[in-house]
């Protein structure tokens, strides 16, 4: 079982759309990060959020932590080519001491 | 400052070999994390070592191991490859233990064929 179910799995947008990937937790957050991941290459840290409410954004995406909800999204606003990846949160939730990382949201942006 | 670095990039390997790899940590980063990414399972923590010592494993067998050296760098070792073993393998440095106050720097990573 995934601690962080992401959904959903595969996105293709037309470029210039918005779009949200979600990313749910099974237990209690503290936290949670959000990377990209280029195709069989390392991840890349987009955003950190450590609070319940929190909202951060970085030129056009935006993501929000909901803790009563155990939940982050992530929105891209006006969609580039450049934003095609596998977008991926991570969090660390006090259980067994390791850092979990979610099923991953693959974005496809067609130009 | 340069970036986590992982050696090698590309590794061809046949079943029931053993393989070394190695990561290379920020400057002045004590933790040391690795994953292994596979398109089924995902990305999957392996095991943490912080300060040389194993802080904690994931949840996979003993053939899996690692070690850190007093400089920080890492190394993983995989026994008795297994074709199931194909994968990414990714570290990931910190300055302190993983987890959300200490952001993680993500190597390119491995890539693990096994024949």
């Known amino acids: 079982s995934q601690e962080l179910e992401q959904s959903p799995q595969s996105l293709i947008v037309q470029e210039g759309k918005n779009l949200t990937i979600n990313c749910t937790s099974s237990?209690?957050?503290?936290?949670l990060y959000w990377y990209k991941q280029k195709y069989g290459e390392g991840l890349i840290f987009l955003m950190m959020?450590?609070?319940?409410?929190e909202e951060k954004s970085h030129e056009k995406i935006t993501a929000k932590l909901d803790e009563k909800k155990q939940q982050s999204s992530l929105h891209i606003t006006a969609s580039q080519p450049s934003h095609a990846g596998i977008y991926l949160c991570?969090?660390?939730?006090?259980?067994?001491?390791?850092?979990?990382f979610g099923t991953g949201t693959s974005l496809t942006v067609i130009p | 400052k340069a970036g986590v670095t992982q050696t090698p990039r590309y590794l061809i390997k046949t079943r029931g070999q053993q393989v070394t790899l190695s990561c290379s940590p920020i400057?002045?980063?004590?933790?040391v994390s690795w994953y292994q990414q596979t398109p089924g399972q995902g990305l999957q923590f392996l095991f943490e070592?912080?300060?040389?010592?194993?802080?904690n494993k994931g949840n996979f067998p003993g053939r899996f191991s690692g070690r850190q050296f007093s400089n920080s760098r890492s190394e993983m070792n995989v026994s008795t490859l297994e074709l199931g073993d194909s994968a990414l393998y990714l570290c990931?440095?910190?300055?302190?233990?993983?987890?959300?106050?200490?952001?993680?720097?993500f190597g390119p990573g491995t890539r693990l064929t096994v024949l």
């Open positions: 237990k209690t957050l503290y936290g």
């Open positions: 990931a440095s910190s300055l302190g233990v993983a987890g959300v106050y200490n952001e993680q720097f």
């Open positions: 070592y912080f300060s040389e010592t194993q802080r």
């Open positions: 959020l450590q609070k319940g409410g």
């Open positions: 400057s002045g980063h004590r933790s």
């Open positions: 991570g969090a660390d939730m006090h259980t067994g001491n390791q850092f979990y």
